[in-house]
């Protein structure tokens, strides 16, 4: 079976070291420069130093962040795109697994060998899906190398497209995909069909999970700042922000999104950002808020990534599960 | 020895809710026979087969190879050699390929066979079948089905595409094998001509059910053509269990009979009667065209047509 398999998917494989490698050949220059950058510059050692912490004292780190975005948050749109890079193996790898034989017939050259056709699919269910594995492994370790440097001036690991193309969780999506194009190609017979409704159901179980549950994985904290300190909420702990308000002394909301910072000594607003739909602001928010206000963060700590990514995961491999399952049992009841 | 090759009882497949492609099939096939399967397209032929080899679950009844139900049992596997209709195989794989894959998924695999065969119908082994003919690719699924070493040989209409030169060439490299081995083999074609020569057994199927199955020697033993004079509908004859088909003309009635169990089967129904033997493809046209459901005239004619096309 190792042998048939490898003889089928050959082509298939060496395709996908190709593009692998022409990803490789465009990532690594521009990783490499991309990290030259962040540590030369300063702002690696500056993020650094300010931690993980929430609150942070008022640092430079923003003109050097600033700087990198500007020359390399370009690249940010080449992340996205490996966003959609699992499906292909899912579209490519899986949905022919079944559906290509059944299609051509040649089921009927194969289920009638001497091993059991249950055997035959767990070999080869088993083979792909291990072969996809290593890939994804590959990509997951490279993508998140390349992307570090982005992620941590940016939004943080946790942030969407960040969190996705990181860690454990593309070598889960990997799987899910693949065991979805197996299932689904048990089921439409064909190989283009499979192809296509593996690619939708595949988006649509990824924005559902991404946009419906992510957000409900644990409770996120609540993180206060007085507005008449100095300090500042910090932008690179990686943290996943949900929103950021202010509250006044009685603990009520007053601007749903947005900060503000007073230095109630000159009577002027240091600095708002956002805009006020809550209890109705004077032109001078910093005197109508009173100095027991607070400006406040309802997030997910950066420190929650594994946590977060072996949750995701756990999803989307208990998903692969039962599509194993099915196609297991769907492949028994072909004919 | 006669031990029983394939074994069916009762068998029934059904698609959907209501459409039988099988019904009640109870056939009996001895080892080392060489069967025809035959019936028009539809009749439940490939459906037969596919139960058979395993890759159909039957809603009613059993079907047993060499005692063993091939969908569960994977000895049963290994005795089955199948080539299914249209000879699918994975056409970017050479012959050599397709050997290699036959080496490393059954137990018993003879390769030199599959060589032999290529080599001596000068197939080339390192072209992917896909890219010979129908007659080479036919030719490099019978011998992979072969080098199982089968104890059956199923084969679903293995000639139906093929030009009547391949045709005769599969037929003869067929009949050689089996020959040499003493397999038995169950056949199917829409065309009884292409195995007339070939088998001594037969099966008919129509409208998913059997219509005649049995030893041919036997089957034309048993079969009369009688003709005489007109008869009246639904006359009785003695000796005769079954008139399988009637034609009429206002003077002349030609009756198909077959003899009960027993009796002599030229037993006349009077003056003027006169008996004939059959010939197999008579007796198959018989049984096609038979009056079985005379509600169903269309069905009757498709039969017949099918089978006399060429």
């Known amino acids: 079976m190792i042998w048939l398999t490898w003889r089928q998917h050959r082509t298939q494989f060496l395709y996908t070291l190709l593009v692998i490698a022409a990803v490789a050949a465009v990532m690594l220059p521009t990783g490499l420069a991309m990290r030259h950058t962040f540590e030369d510059s300063g702002l690696a050692a500056c993020i650094e130093k300010l931690g993980t912490a929430a609150v942070v004292p008022p640092g430079d780190c923003d003109v050097l962040s600033q700087q990198f975005a500007d020359k390399y948050n370009a690249l940010t749109f080449v992340g996205v795109l490996f966003v959609i890079l699992p499906v292909f193996v899912g579209i490519f790898f899986g949905a022919p697994l079944v559906a290509r034989e059944v299609e051509q017939g040649t089921h009927r050259f194969v289920w009638t060998q001497g091993i059991t056709r249950r055997r035959w699919a767990a070999s080869k269910f088993g083979l792909v899906g291990l072969a996809a594995a290593v890939i994804a492994v590959l990509y997951a370790l490279g993508v998140s190398w390349w992307f570090g440097p982005l992620v941590t001036n940016g939004g943080g690991r946790l942030a969407y497209v960040s969190f996705d193309v990181q860690g454990v969780v593309p070598i ?94 000159t009577g002027k607003a240091a600095g708002t950002r956002g805009s006020g739909s809550g209890v109705p602001l004077g032109s001078s928010p910093c005197s109508s808020l009173g100095k027991g206000a607070v400006d406040f963060q309802v997030l997910q700590p950066g420190s929650r990534f594994w946590d977060f990514q072996a949750i995701e995961s756990g999803i989307f491999v208990g998903l692969a599960v039962l599509l194993v399952w099915l196609a297991l049992s769907r492949v028994r009841r072909l004919t | 020895m006669t031990e029983t090759a394939l074994e069916t009882a009762g068998l029934g497949k059904r698609y959907g809710r209501s459409t039988w492609a099988l019904r009640d099939c109870t056939l009996s096939l001895p080892t080392g026979r060489i069967a025809a399967l035959v019936g028009p397209n539809g009749a439940g032929k490939s459906t037969l087969l596919h139960l058979a080899v395993g890759l159909l679950r039957a809603q009613e009844g059993s079907v047993r190879v060499f005692g063993r139900d091939p969908r569960t049992d994977r000895a049963a596997l290994a005795d089955l050699g199948f080539v299914a209709q249209e000879t699918p195989l994975y056409r970017d794989f050479t012959a050599a390929e397709l050997d290699r894959v036959g080496r490393r998924l059954n137990r018993r695999w003879d390769g030199a066979l599959v060589r032999e065969r290529l080599a001596q119908l000068e197939i080339p082994a390192d072209r992917p079948v896909g890219r010979l003919s129908g007659g080479q690719r036919a030719q490099v699924a019978l011998a992979l089905a072969l080098a199982k070493r089968p104890r059956i040989l199923l084969l679903d209409e293995p000639i139906a595409s093929l030009d009547p030169l391949a045709r005769r060439e599969f ?120 009056s079985a459901d005379p509600a169903d005239p269309a069905g009757r004619a498709d039969g017949e047509r099918e089978l006399v096309r060429r």
């Open chain 2, 171 to 290: 037929m003869q490299t067929l009949m050689g094998a089996v020959g040499e081995t003493g397999t038995t083999v169950l056949l199917s074609s829409h065309l009884l001509e292409d195995l007339e020569r070939a088998c001594d057994h037969l099966i008919v199927l129509r409208r998913a059910r059997v219509q005649l199955s049995g030893a041919v020697d036997e089957l034309l033993e048993q079969h009369r053509t009688l003709i005489g004079p007109r008869l009246p509908e639904g006359t009785a004859i003695p000796g005769v269990d079954r008139i399988v088909r009637a034609s009429h003309t206002d003077r002349q009635s030609t009756l198909l009979v077959r003899a009960a169990v027993g009796a002599e089967p030229a037993v006349l129904p009077g003056e003027g009667w006169r008996a004939q033997e059959i010939s197999l493809e008579d007796l198959v046209l018989g049984y096609l065209a038979a």
């Open chain 1, 172 to 265: 889960a999506y990997t799987i899910f995909a693949v065991a979805l194009g197996i299932c689904l190609g048990t089921v439409f017979r064909k190989v283009l069909p499979a192809m296509g409704v593996t690619l939708a159901a595949f988006l649509a179980v990824r924005v559902a999970v991404e946009w419906g549950a992510r957000k409900h994985y644990l409770s996120p904290e609540t993180v206060t700042l007085p507005i008449t300190s100095t300090d500042q909420f910090n932008r690179y702990g990686g943290a996943w922000t949900y929103q950021t308000g202010v509250r006044n002394a009685a603990g009520q909301v007053v601007i749903p999104d947005g900060m503000v910072q007073c230095a109630f000594g």
